[in-house]
């Protein structure tokens, strides 16, 4: 009986483990690349592209011959006395080749073949910005993940506290208010530690929202993420971003095309005043109403041509050709707008950069003082001759260094995927910033989580 309850057990648990399997965990680039095969705004742009690609292919049947089918078929009622016969039908099929458009074949499909660089512009835009959103997502996540262990070392350390504190008044060595001090500061701590666990879940949402992973059935995170908080030792130069971002946004193409599609569409309206000529050879089947003039079912090839030419229609075309110079000059004005604009942008992110860049090694210098000064302050409490006070406000500042530090951390990664983004891509440190005396493994080490709240970096 017992082998059969162990069996019965077993299949159970394989059973549920099965129905809920391990999430996926992820890295940085594997969220990435999950975000650009799921994410519903690049999904969205994929699919713009691929409207594109058929409109070019619609434009290009113009240079195609069509074949085309007609007929009719009518009886007349009589009125009078007529010799002719009440039916009259016809039947044909033709092929139509246009000879001369005026050009308007031609600038159908320049539209359409700009029409689809933009498009894969845009999606290349759309990448870029969902890559840059889940960087920030990502790091955010590590952020408040990093926070929660430093809230959590610190409440353990002050519920140690007040664990001595409470051993020493119950000896008889400290007062009361040595006691309502630890307490206060424990519960200080505690709701920094209850936010930090409700910012790491609306981190999860938020990514998984770039992700477009759906929830678990259970609540649990539909996913978990590898890695930890690390500073990234890239200095990249102004003017190689700028020059960079003006060659590389595809924002600058798909205004550029926005630009060439309306020359393009002059030269469509300007076609509308020219000569339109085509050829048709076909089979027609007809009948001959009149019995005088030969038999009624008659059948031949044909062949001929078509020309038009709208000599007047009324100033339309002039008014259509003075409204697309004007969306020309605007698309011109916007595209200059455009790159002033991106320029400002990667001058902002720059700033951002190198402002997080000082923050963050100002508070690599705190966080040694200030993981020196709370061990200073346990001592001479310890030696009777420091306070109580001084060690609670010492693991205090501790404790808002770290998150300083953390959040200079963040700070730093999340200009370079604002920057990078800006540029329109990855700019390479520049050579003169690239530190050769190990100064970036220095600072890489010290932006690591240490492993208890006194422990010196």
């Not at 994410?39 to 969205?44: E, G, K, Q, T």
Request: one cysteine or more.
């Amino acid at each position: 009986m017992r082998v059969g309850f162990f069996v019965v057990w077993s299949s159970l648990a394989l059973a549920i483990c099965s129905a809920y399997p391990a999430p996926p965990r992820y890295t940085i680039e594997q969220a990435i690349q999950v975000a650009r095969a799921q994410n519903p705004d690049v999904a969205i742009a994929q699919k713009k592209v691929q409207a594109a690609r058929g409109g070019l292919v619609e434009a290009r049947a113009g240079y195609l011959p069509s074949v085309v089918s007609s007929g009719i078929y009518r009886k007349r009622e009589r009125q009078g006395n007529s010799s002719l016969r009440p039916e009259d039908y016809s039947a044909n099929i033709r092929v139509v080749e246009p000879l001369y458009t005026g050009g308007a074949t031609s600038s159908r499909v320049a539209i359409a073949r700009l029409n689809f660089q933009k498009a894969e512009a845009q999606l290349e835009a759309v990448i870029n910005r969902v890559t840059m959103e889940v960087r920030l997502a990502f790091y955010e996540l590590l952020l408040n993940r990093a926070r929660i262990e430093v809230r959590q070392e610190s409440v353990e350390v002050l519920r140690q506290e007040l664990k001595s504190q409470r051993e020493r008044f119950s000896a008889g060595t400290v007062g009361q208010l040595n006691v309502g001090r630890a307490e206060v500061s424990l519960a200080n701590e505690e709701p920094e530690l209850i936010q930090a666990r409700t910012d790491l879940g609306n981190s999860y949402l938020r990514l998984g929202e770039l992700l477009g992973a759906s929830s678990a059935p259970d609540g649990s995170e539909p996913f978990a993420v590898a890695g930890e908080l690390i500073y990234e030792p890239r200095h990249p130069d102004l003017n190689s971003c700028l020059e960079h971002a003006q060659t590389h946004r595809p924002e600058v193409r798909a205004a550029e095309a926005d630009v060439s599609i309306e020359e393009e569409q002059l030269r469509l309206d300007r076609s509308a005043t020219r000569p339109q000529v085509e050829a048709f050879s076909g089979y027609e089947i007809y009948n001959e109403r009149d019995p005088a003039l030969g038999r009624e079912f008659n059948h031949g090839y044909i062949i001929g041509l078509n020309a038009s030419w709208a000599l007047f229609d009324g100033f339309a075309t002039r008014g259509k050709m003075q409204a697309t110079r004007a969306r020309r000059e605007a698309a011109t004005r916007a595209r200059q707008a455009l790159q002033l604009s991106i320029a400002s942008e990667v001058r902002s992110a720059f700033l951002d950069l190198e402002q997080a860049g000082q923050v963050l090694e100002s508070a690599m210098k705190n966080v040694q003082t200030a993981g020196e000064s709370l061990q200073i302050a346990k001592g001479n409490l310890a030696a009777g001759l420091g306070t109580q006070l001084e060690v609670l406000q010492a693991a205090t500042d501790l404790t808002r260094t770290r998150s300083t530090r953390l959040s200079a951390t963040y700070l730093h990664n999340a200009a370079l995927a604002r920057l990078d983004r800006a540029c329109g891509g990855e700019v390479k440190s520049s050579g003169g910033a690239t530190r050769s005396d190990g100064g970036e493994s220095q600072v890489l080490s010290l932006t690591r989580p240490p492993n208890s709240l006194g422990e010196r970096r």
